[in-house]
């Protein structure tokens, strides 16, 4: 007697992403994608959108919104808006996932949903969806994997592609076929972090699209390997994830009670590296003291180990390295107030109070931060001052993770405040976001796409006014 053929574990997971969907969830997904959006058209100002116009000069144009562009082909247009939101380090994240949802789901998302005339309720349901697979494969991956590949980018194609097949409404082996064909297009390594450039924007942009086609491709009748998770020469023995099948199970097969892992996302206030906030958050609380920074005489950061893998950057030199360094966001937060888009331009990084602090830092492995990652990012901060006196501040839930939350307000502040930088006025960013926020309950798209391109031409009249500017003066 043969014994039974194991359950692939894509079918556990498609089983998981049909449970309901309700108005809450949806109100939340529409938070995620006013987020995104601001983060992503801050993104299209930068370098970065330098290089994706170039790109897209090569590429068919369409009917598709892309953020800063006059519109593309689904797929294209799904790589270009994925490659923004994570640019200036404000992407939302799931703590313990140690994943960035946003930036490979929604763009996928909103391609398909444009080119397939999808309703605001079948958008925002794939994005609750496309969130789910995202955390459940970041948690399922663990940390071996996030050591050498960048999770957001190799779990995010597996996410597109769900947000996909659910606008595309396949039924459940096309569904396991589309996972399974986003598996064989998952890429993206963290050497993107220890040298200078744009691939790990390119990563991401990637897998909103592979995510995309894989949707496509199932639809269509491609097959795939449905054990590409667990199999022998799957993508989690390739990868270094574990592969313990009563934890995969326990993940995997979500009680239709279970609440969507899209209310554990947290959103960022800072545009920093996620392991560098809690260390902004205790200089915040410092600075609030009344410290005078040009009396400390040493401070000591303690934190976990991968906080200090990520982002030990005494003397960062780049915009980037700025982002990614616990000295700079300390001595930024504790000589200014804050820490906001000005914290890490070249002016900022050669700024002398800062560049004498971060040199009177020193970081240490706290064994109680280390215990608590990563289901808690903490930091603690200790001043000794030239009089002889120390200070100290601890945060153990750190600025909008769901025990700390950002309100749904000072999300959509936040929003604001990225695309009045990004060249919106005024009254367009606020149209924008309330048309997202009211997307729960909306009929149909159009008035959100309308209201993306206006913005679009908005800004390029702005340039164009200010290249004029420029010229005469």
Not at 50 to 71: E, F, M, N, Y
Not at 82 to 104: F, I, K, N, Q
Not at 419 to 439: D, Y
């Amino acid at each position: 007697m043969t014994s039974a053929t194991p359950t692939p574990w894509s079918e556990w997971l498609v089983a998981a992403l049909r449970r309901p969907i309700g108005l809450h969830d949806r109100q939340r997904a529409a938070l995620q994608l006013i987020d995104w959006m601001a983060c992503a058209h801050l993104g299209q100002t930068t370098e970065l959108g330098d290089v994706l116009r170039r790109w897209a000069a090569k590429q068919t144009p369409g009917p598709i919104w892309v953020c800063g562009h006059s519109g593309l082909q689904a797929a294209e247009a799904a790589r270009w808006n994925g490659s923004l939101g994570s640019s200036h380090e404000m992407d939302d994240v799931h703590r313990e996932a140690v994943v960035h949802p946003g930036d490979t789901v929604i763009p996928a998302a909103l391609a398909m949903a444009q080119r397939q005339n999808a309703s605001p309720e079948a958008l925002l349901d794939a994005v609750v969806v496309g969130y789910e697979t995202a955390i459940l494969l970041g948690l399922l991956s663990g940390p071996a994997h996030y050591a050498q590949w960048y999770s957001t980018a190799t779990t995010g194609v597996f996410a597109s592609g769900m947000a996909c097949a659910r606008l595309l409404k396949l039924d459940t082996i096309q569904t396991q076929h589309a996972l399974a064909l986003a598996g064989m297009q998952s890429a993206g390594v963290w050497q993107c972090r220890l040298e200078p450039g744009l691939a790990k924007q390119m990563a991401t942009g990637h897998s909103a699209q592979a995510g995309l086609v894989a949707a496509d491709m199932a639809a269509a009748g491609m097959t795939g390997p449905l054990s590409i998770l667990e199999g022998p020469l799957g993508w989690l023995k390739a990868t270094g994830g574990g592969l313990d099948a009563a934890r995969a199970q326990a993940l995997l097969q979500a009680p239709p009670e279970r609440a969507w892992r899209v209310h554990e996302v947290s959103f960022k206030p800072w545009p920093a590296c996620r392991h560098v906030h809690p260390a902004i958050e205790c200089a915040l609380k410092l600075h609030s003291q009344g410290i005078d920074p040009g009396q400390i005489e040493h401070m000591r950061l303690v934190t976990y180990a991968v906080a200090l893998s990520f982002a030990d950057q005494p003397c960062p030199q780049t915009p980037l390295q700025g982002k990614f360094s616990l000295q700079h966001g300390v001595a930024w937060a504790l000589s200014h107030g804050d820490f906001g888009l000005e914290a890490t331009a070249p002016e900022a990084l050669v700024d002398p109070i800062c560049s004498a602090l971060r040199k009177r830092m020193s970081l240490a492995c706290g064994p109680a931060q280390e215990q608590a990652y990563p289901q808690s990012f903490g930091a603690q901060l200790q001043l000794q001052m030239a009089n002889g006196t120390q200070h100290s501040s601890e945060v153990i839930n750190v600025l909008g993770d769901p025990e700390n939350p950002l309100s749904p307000d000072q999300v959509m502040t936040k929003a604001m405040q990225l695309l009045q930088a990004s060249g919106w006025v005024l009254a367009q960013a606020e149209q924008l976001i309330g048309l997202v926020q009211a997307l729960p309950q909306a009929k149909a798209l159009g008035p959100l796409w309308d209201s993306l391109q206006t913005g679009y031409q908005s800004q390029n009249a702005s340039s164009e006014q200010a290249s004029e500017s420029k010229r005469s003066s």
